[in-house]
């Protein structure tokens, strides 16, 4: 075994620690100073050796792994591979660090030496000006967790979620969970979406009006590929959904936030008259969760029919207003289809 592998770490490089491990291990490989079968040290060992975290080693050895230069054995830790490749690993350029970082004239491409790849010109639009939206890892720790869209452990029903797994993941309805359905959703949730889901918030829907997407971000995300471009101006909320305005900000920049109140958003008809879609959140808004009045959403189903305007109804945690019964949803005043409807199964959850 080799007991010890010569490897140096320049923590000033910018480059990571785990990535100097495993590109100098490849190093070793290709310059035969370790050979086929040899059994490298424990990451323990080579941990205490470079005074690095046994996690960055661990990380590092997985990863030459996953590449073919090291295979581990049982009891015996990690030895060279006896396929391990014999040309050279090539890291992208910038991986190991934040891209922000990386200036756009980058060689971001493969090790044919051409030059650098002016990203400027490949690029058709630049994000970097999206704030995501930070949620520390380490939030359970906080005395008050002001973080949405995070589990309570103790609140959580586990056997529940486990009977429902077990029965989900049983032989009878093995076939349907692993079918591909090729152009049509699942048409058990959506007949369940249709008779049971949509119908407690006075909805009627037939199947061939249901597109299941990957939760209401990403319907939002393609109602704004569909309906807004430059030439189009939106109204959201505000205080508003953070990433609403961020999906909407690389589709145009004519974007107009209304005020809202305790009932709700505040209509503006000579901002709504301009505008081609309203974006909102009637039923419990975000983040204020307030109720948009009665009188409000037939004042604004009167003005999106005098405008040609269209709504994007969010309907957002309907069921956690624990302080009076559920409204009907925006969408079920809707007499000529103006109000395009996105729900949500995952707070029900």
């Known amino acids: 075994m080799n007991e010890n592998l010569i490897i140096t770490l320049d923590p000033s490089s910018g480059i990571s620690l785990q990535a100097q491990i495993r590109q100098s291990i490849v190093e070793l490989i290709l310059n035969h100073s370790v050979l086929p079968g040899d059994k490298l040290p424990s990451s323990r060992m080579l941990s205490h050796q470079l005074k690095v975290s046994r996690n960055t080693v661990i990380l590092a050895y997985q990863a030459l792994v996953d590449t073919g230069y090291l295979q581990p054995r ?46 400027d010109a490949k690029l058709v639009q630049s994000c970097s000006y999206i704030r995501p939206v930070q949620k520390p890892v380490n939030w359970r720790e906080y005395a008050y967790p002001f973080v949405y869209g995070q589990v309570d452990d103790e609140l959580f029903s586990h056997s529940e979620w486990r009977d429902c797994a077990r029965q989900a993941l049983g032989m009878r309805n093995f076939s349907t969970m692993v079918g591909d359905f090729g152009q049509h959703d699942d048409p058990m949730l959506v007949n369940y979406i ?19 997407t990957l939760g209401a971000q990403n319907a939002l995300y393609l109602v704004a590929q569909l309906l807004v471009d430059q030439s189009k101006h939106v109204v959201i909320e505000s205080p508003s ?12 920049k004519a974007i107009t936030a209304l005020p809202v109140d305790a009932g709700g958003l505040i209509l ?15 039923s419990h808004q975000c983040p204020t969760t307030h109720t948009m009045s009665a009188s409000r959403r037939r004042q604004l189903l009167d003005m999106a029919a005098r405008h040609d305007l269209l709504v994007i109804e969010d309907d957002y945690e309907f ?8 409204t009907p949803a925006l969408k ?16 029900s959850v």
Do not use: H
């Open 268 to 282: 503006d008809e000579e901002v709504l008259r301009r505008a081609d879609s309203v974006f909102i959140t009637p």
């Open 74 to 119: 049982e009891r015996s830790g990690y030895v060279v591979s006896d396929e391990a490749p014999t040309t050279r690993l090539v890291d992208t350029p910038g991986a190991d660090q934040p891209f922000a970082n990386i200036d756009a004239s980058t060689n971001l491409g493969t090790n044919s030496g051409t030059g650098k790849i002016d990203w």
């Open 319 to 326: 069921e956690m207003n624990f302080l009076e019964s559920p």
């Open 194 to 212: 249709c008779s049971r889901s949509l119908p407690r918030r006075g909805i009627k829907a037939r199947p061939e009006q249901i597109l299941v």
């Open 241 to 252: 959904y953070p990433d609403l305005r961020d999906i909407l900000l690389q589709r145009t």
């Open 332 to 347: 079920a005043q809707d007499n000529d289809g103006r109000v395009i409807y996105v729900g949500s199964l995952s707070k």
